[in-house]
């Protein structure tokens, strides 16, 4: 392909009574007969005769070029698919840019995750790009996988099985293997539920009710664990962030809840006072763990490190949970209180403590983890969002089919979705800085 000066200086135009048809026959033409080895210049000399071309404008291709000519010539003339083109001016913008820089001009559509991304972008100072989709994510979680791709997923995190930047490709970040682990999950409650539920088996208890407890937070750890495309945390670490944190931060949340603080979440405040205080004490854990990581230095690792300790949380207090309902509400009780809770944790403590993850490694950015980024302004005001969110999932704020808490849990994973794009760029930004040094 032919490689042009693309600055916004030196851009094709034409005058919007320019024939397409007619422009992209004479662009063909012009080729074949220079057989891919003609300049700008006799390009140029050659479409003002074969189709009417009338040069270039000073500030580019504006308004005077149609849109269907704009798109398809600056498409051959070499520009990336990356690149998008704005439809009112022609000119070639960022794949990111949600506003054309030199008209104006909306360039994506208003959609929950563009206005979300457009206000954690005010927060967080960064310029998010999207890598992946939500659908991308999950687009393999039904395509056939042998075993060895299997191991594959698992096989990281050593000197040996953690790879080279420059083979890490962040528009691949895929996960599968996680709906294979609820598979299980399901596999191995059916039975266990059956000896307690249609036998009356007491020793079948404490499985189902751990089956139960541990499947979705499991699961969705399993997911942040396959979408960390730098593959540098070993598993077995993952699950000592996972029972550790999970126990560690369930311990310094009932520190907390003795003091003489108002937790009633019958009443608005005493429900946000939950959200804080749970939050602030997975967040430290979180923290204390990536502190003391050296492994763990972008921002995938802080929503896997986060998700572990919030799967543990989750997984400890479900059980918890299932329990004393059990006990105190007989085992139809018991039964619901599973179904609830299990469908409902995708959207709680897993994800709430990935957010807080993420936030602590984006302010690190490149530096070395430090005390001062603790405090730093947009770590803050991120973390305010998984203890709003807490807070609110616990008020008593009725909606039929737990509707507030589904919408809760989408907008977690917006806000999910946004720092894994923000992580994946953290892929090319790690490739520029190798390259300089």
């Known amino acids: 392909m032919i490689k042009l000066n693309r600055s916004m200086n030196d851009k094709w135009i034409l005058q919007k009574n320019?024939?397409?048809k007619k422009l992209i026959e004479s662009y063909l033409n012009v080729i074949n007969e220079t057989k891919d080895v003609a300049d700008k210049a006799m390009i140029i000399e050659?479409?003002?005769?074969l189709s009417g071309y009338h040069g270039r404008s000073d500030r580019g291709s504006l308004s005077t070029m149609g849109v269907r000519f704009s798109q398809m010539c600056f498409y051959m003339f070499g520009y990336k698919n990356e690149n998008k083109i704005c439809p009112e001016c022609g000119v070639v913008v960022d794949a990111?840019?949600?506003?054309?820089?030199?008209?104006?001009?909306?360039?994506?559509?208003?959609?929950?995750?563009?206005?979300?991304?457009?206000?954690?972008?005010?927060?967080?100072?960064?310029?998010s790009q999207n890598y992946v989709t939500f659908k991308d994510l999950f687009k393999n979680t039904f395509s056939k996988h042998n075993e060895k791709e299997l191991d594959d997923v698992f096989i990281c995190g050593g000197s040996k099985t953690t790879p080279t930047l420059k083979d890490i490709d962040p528009k691949k970040a895929t996960a599968w293997v996680y709906f294979k682990i609820l598979v299980f999950f399901i596999i191995a409650y059916i039975p266990v539920r059956i000896g307690f539920i249609n036998y009356g088996n007491m020793n079948f208890l404490p499985a189902m009710i751990m089956l139960a407890a541990f499947a979705v937070p499991v699961t969705i750890l399993i997911f942040f664990f396959e979408i960390n495309v730098f593959r540098n945390i070993p598993f077995y670490k993952v699950m000592k962030y996972f029972i550790l944190g999970g126990g560690l931060s369930l311990i310094l949340a009932i520190l907390f809840f003795s003091l003489d603080i108002n937790t009633d979440i019958s009443?608005?405040?005493?429900?946000?006072?939950?959200?804080?205080?749970?939050?602030?004490?997975?967040?430290?854990?979180?923290?204390?763990?990536?502190?003391?990581s050296k492994r763990s230095n972008y921002i995938l690792n802080g929503l896997l490190v986060g998700a572990a300790v919030g799967a543990g949380f989750a997984a400890f207090e479900t059980a918890g949970y299932i329990l004393r309902y059990g006990l105190n509400g007989g085992v139809a009780t018991m039964l619901q209180t599973m179904i609830i809770r299990g469908f409902l944790a995708p959207g709680g403590h897993v994800?709430?403590?990935?957010?807080?993850?993420?936030?602590?490694?984006y302010v690190k950015g490149f530096d070395k983890l430090d005390k001062k980024h603790l405090n730093d302004k947009r770590f803050l005001l991120?973390?305010?969002i998984p203890i709003v969110l807490h807070g609110v999932w616990?008020?008593?704020?009725?909606?039929?089919?737990?509707?507030?808490?589904i919408v809760l849990t989408i907008f977690a994973w917006l806000v999910i979705i946004y720092f894994i794009n923000l992580g994946l760029k953290q892929v090319d930004d790690a490739k520029a800085l190798e390259k300089e040094a």
């Not at 030199?102 to 967080?124: M, S, V, Y």
């Not at 939950?274 to 997975?282: P, S």
């Not at 994800?351 to 490694?361: D, K, R, S, T, V």
Request: charged share 20%; aromatic share 8%; net charge neutral.
């Open 18 to 20: 320019t024939n397409s």
């Open 46 to 49: 050659k479409l003002k005769i």
């Open 96 to 127: 990111s840019d949600s506003v054309c820089p030199e008209c104006g001009f909306p360039l994506q559509k208003k959609n929950a995750q563009n206005i979300i991304n457009e206000n954690l972008d005010k927060i967080t100072g960064a310029k």
């Open 267 to 292: 009443t608005y405040f005493g429900a946000m006072m939950v959200g804080l205080i749970e939050e602030v004490a997975k967040a430290a854990i979180v923290a204390i763990f990536l502190f003391k």
């Open 351 to 361: 994800a709430w403590a990935a957010i807080e993850g993420a936030a602590l490694m």
């Open 382 to 384: 991120i973390c305010l």
């Open 394 to 405: 616990d008020m008593p704020i009725n909606t039929p089919y737990c509707l507030l808490q």
